[in-house]
């Protein structure tokens, strides 16, 4: 018998995989990130980039009709319902991060919620657990063919080149799609795979994920249809391993002696607690323990008596932007982060708006910053710290370091904390009815027939 190559072994997973497989801990975690990610995805209905997504999306019509969440009596075709949803799910950087450095779930759940809305008849809760996994699970073994892949990245923005995967190969297993046909999904994503690092900090950021959910939707489509690509995109240097210096792809394996193993299950996701760049929790928890130092020594403190702050954060050139002039450059700057805090000891969604951004006191304080980069002080979001240190013109110093803040996947939020979490973001969206309707949901989801409940609690907008 000839052994599968890479893509077919990924094809034949994709397609065997059942809901037998799904375990109580990966049920557990993917639960977490769906109404995580539904909760920043409704707050980011409100946002620009969002407005200016939508009006776009909605020069499209076709019979299928998929909800924009939070938009009552509107629909798209379903691969525009999951570009807008995909955009704002990451408009405001609000969402989860895994480890090798991806956003895992904004671009597998708008692709299936859509789809699922455009079938003959609905997936039950679990056939949607199970796909969304299978998404999950390919972008975890995809990134792992790269030791690039564990650091900060450099050139490409990791959700656009396997989160389209990941949408692609959620979406083949909603259709039902053979293992050829997966396989051949995953060739046609790769075309549409890949978003510079440059785009960062700016409104087109959020389109990487809102792409990568709809352009893997649509290569599963496609491969419905008949589409074919090349048998071989993961076998290949010129097919996926362009994306990798170091590319080193192996088989999916779907099971050993104790059954199949979810990375998911070893590899938990870090949950943010304000909307920024995740390297942005490190910092703000440092400079919150400096502060808290500094108040208990001195009492109440005149800030305009800071001489100096010096943050020892990993180097990560698109992270370090001293003077952020929009919103979008202020969650990707370490420094803006660091000094929000030091001035309103904390950090919310509120602390992007431009008024906030513009205060003299904050540009005061972001011009005695100095950032150093410890040669100990990896970019990874595995290993790396932040240290902040505040000097005082009356010659005294205060200190804190961060190496795990709390919603890191060594540290993850509570339970209790996550559901505040996506109340307080969907609550600015949806009724009350709608909030409670689509928490019950996400927490019983394995044991619902159908998902329908779910797109009703999602239009239930405030009156």
Avoid at 103 to 113: D, I, K, N, R, W
Avoid at 250 to 268: C, H, P, R, Y
Avoid at 387 to 411: K, L, M, P
Wanted: with cysteine; glycine share 8%; hydrophobic share 40%.
């Amino acid at each position: 018998m000839l052994r599968k190559s890479i893509t077919e072994s990924f094809g034949a997973a994709i397609c065997n995989l059942n809901t037998t497989h799904l375990t109580d801990g990966v049920i557990y975690r993917s639960k977490r990130m769906m109404l995580d990610t539904l909760g920043v995805g409704l707050l980011g209905t409100r946002t620009a980039v969002f407005n200016r997504v939508f009006q776009y999306s909605q020069l499209y019509k076709s019979e299928e009709k998929s909800s924009v969440w939070g938009k009552s009596g509107i629909t798209l075709p379903s691969q525009y319902a999951a570009f807008a949803n995909g955009v704002a799910v990451h408009s405001m950087d609000f969402d989860d991060t895994w480890h090798p450095a991806t956003h895992p779930s904004g671009a597998v759940l708008p692709a299936l919620l859509a789809l699922a809305e455009a079938l003959p008849s609905q997936p039950s809760g679990l056939d949607l657990l199970l796909a969304f996994n299978i998404g999950i699970e390919v972008q975890g073994r995809l990134m792992r063919f790269s030791k690039e892949a564990y650091n900060i990245p450099k050139r490409f923005h990791p959700p656009a080149v396997v989160g389209v995967m990941g949408s692609a190969a959620a979406s083949a297993k909603l259709l039902g799609l053979s293992p050829a046909q997966c396989a051949h999904a995953l060739a046609i994503a790769a075309s549409s795979a890949g978003a510079p690092l440059a785009n960062t900090a700016t409104q087109t950021k959020p389109l990487h994920i809102g792409n990568a959910a709809r352009r893997g939707l649509e290569a599963a489509q496609l491969a419905w249809m008949g589409l074919e690509g090349n048998p071989g995109i993961l076998d290949l240097e010129t097919g996926f391993g362009v994306f990798y210096t170091d590319y080193s792809p192996s088989v999916f394996t779907e099971s050993s002696a104790g059954g199949f193993k979810w990375i998911l299950e070893d590899q938990d996701v870090a949950t943010k607690r304000f909307p920024a760049h995740l390297g942005m929790h490190w910092v703000v928890d440092a400079a919150l323990a400096a502060h808290a130092k500094l108040k208990s020594r001195v009492g109440n403190f005149d800030l305009s008596q800071i001489r100096r702050v010096t943050l020892r954060v990993p180097p990560s050139k698109y992270i370090d932007c001293p003077f952020p002039a929009t919103e979008h450059q202020a969650r990707h700057s370490f420094q803006f982060n660091a000094c929000s805090a030091l001035l309103d000891n904390k950090v919310t969604v509120g602390s992007f708006s431009e008024d906030q951004i513009d205060r003299p006191a904050l540009k005061e304080l972001l011009s005695k910053v100095k950032v150093e980069s410890p040669e100990d002080n990896h970019p990874s979001f595995d290993k790396m710290y932040c240290e902040v240190v505040i000097e005082t013109e009356q010659g005294q110093s205060f200190a804190a370091r961060c190496d795990t803040f709390y919603g890191h996947w060594r540290n993850p939020l509570s339970h209790k904390d996550l559901v505040e979490k996506f109340k307080a973001n969907a609550s600015t969206v949806l009724s009350l009815e709608g909030v409670e309707g689509a928490i019950d949901v996400i927490g019983n989801i394995e044991r619902n027939g159908e998902l329908s409940h779910l797109d009703s609690y999602l239009k239930m907008t405030m009156s």
